[in-house]
């Protein structure tokens, strides 16, 4: 059975807890194994013997529930003999319960998603993630990967732009450009992401290199809605109750519109806000084998395709197509930081601004 949600991680919690340390296996190098073993569609060096006597999986996630089943699913279907669980929160707030307990020495996480390249740095830096070098790695590009190779690797491209619901605003009435976003129009009718958005904090650092902190000033002044899930945003957006998404997932969009949903996107002319979507294993799993049998699945092109299809995000990989509807990375503009070491660095002023600009405190 899959478990969701922090409300239920009290009762994953008893399920699969491990307090204290947990031997980890020995650090991987640089390189995969010998002999990898083929299986359907994918290659691993893991254990499967041990991985299916382990029975379980658990993984830590920012991606919509729903979405979150769906992949834990397929893989419980691939191995039946292993029982999956996960637990989904917003990045930040994922972060801050697992730095929580790991302070407390439990350990119950074996596999790791995030959206914020700088939670991903500062947990490498705490030695938060076992190295395991991952056959399937091959297909991806050296700077979608940790140095050394093997503690974390980009499993999707998260992009956003602005959305707008056709009932509300005219094609011609739309906004072009995140400038136009600030048009007095929109006070009252805006919505966004909170300051525990990995991408939110991404459109920040990247909109204020290119328009200053007035930007945010003036963006303040439309009273934009903060919400935890872009399901939130684009819920509202569609209800009517909003008219415009600011940040507004691109991957949201393909998903509503499969669904007919009254929705556009706009591509803006600066580009699109893009924060990597990462994995790896956590130092300590209480799963080990299961969690090295999961990476694989999950980053070959037969993982990346069933991710791709069920999220609509785009994969890193060089051999995977696009989601269903949406454009190849290579036709898109996007922004994100050249320096990801300055925009860690930046957490502090991104949390003071976006609190303000969403009226939070």
């Given at each position: ?119 991903v740095l500062d947990f490498q830096k705490k030695d938060g993630y ?176 069933l991710y791709d299809e069920i999220t609509s995000l785009n994969s ?46």
């Amino acid at each position: 059975m899959i478990r969701s949600g922090f409300g239920r991680a009290a009762v994953l919690a008893a399920c699969v807890l491990v307090a204290g340390a947990v031997a980890r296996p020995a650090a991987a190098a640089d390189a995969v194994c010998a002999k990898p073993r083929q299986m359907d569609g994918f290659r691993t060096c893991a254990d499967v013997e041990k991985a299916e006597q382990e029975g379980n999986l658990v993984l830590y996630s920012p991606d919509p529930e729903e979405l979150s089943a769906k992949l834990m699913a397929a893989f419980h279907d691939a191995f039946p003999k292993i029982t999956t669980n996960f637990i989904r929160l917003q990045t930040g707030a994922l972060y801050q319960k697992l730095m929580t307990e790991r302070r407390a020495k439990v350990f119950q996480v074996d596999v790791l998603q995030l959206t914020d390249m700088g939670y991903v740095l500062d947990f490498q830096k705490k030695d938060g993630y076992v190295q395991y070098v991952s056959p399937e790695m091959d297909a991806y590009k050296a700077d979608n990967m940790s140095t050394p190779k093997g503690y974390w690797t980009w499993s999707s491209y998260i992009m956003a732009g602005l959305a707008y619901n056709p009932k509300l605003v005219k094609p011609e009435d739309a906004p072009k450009s995140w400038k136009d976003a600030l048009d007095p129009k929109w006070k009252g009718v805006i919505n966004t992401k909170t300051v525990t958005s990995g991408l939110q904090h991404v459109a920040w650092y990247e909109l204020k290199k290119i328009y200053g902190d007035q930007y945010f000033d003036k963006l303040a002044e439309l009273q934009p809605r903060g919400f935890d899930s872009y399901v939130q945003q684009f819920d509202r957006m569609i209800s009517g109750q909003d008219t415009i998404a600011f940040t507004g997932q691109y991957s949201a969009y393909l998903l509503a519109k499969a669904k007919g949903a009254p929705v556009e996107f706009v591509f803006p002319e600066e580009g699109l806000a893009t924060t990597p979507g990462v994995v790896g294993i956590v130092a300590d799993a209480p799963h080990p084998n299961a969690a090295q049998l999961f990476m694989d699945w999950f980053l070959s092109l037969k993982g990346q395709k069933l991710y791709d299809e069920i999220t609509s995000l785009n994969s890193p990989r060089n051999d995977a197509p696009p989601p269903p509807g949406g454009k190849p990375l290579d036709h898109v503009k996007l922004l994100y930081p050249s320096d990801w070491q300055d925009f860690l660095a930046s957490r502090p002023e991104f949390a003071k601004v976006w609190n303000k600009v969403t009226g939070a405190r």
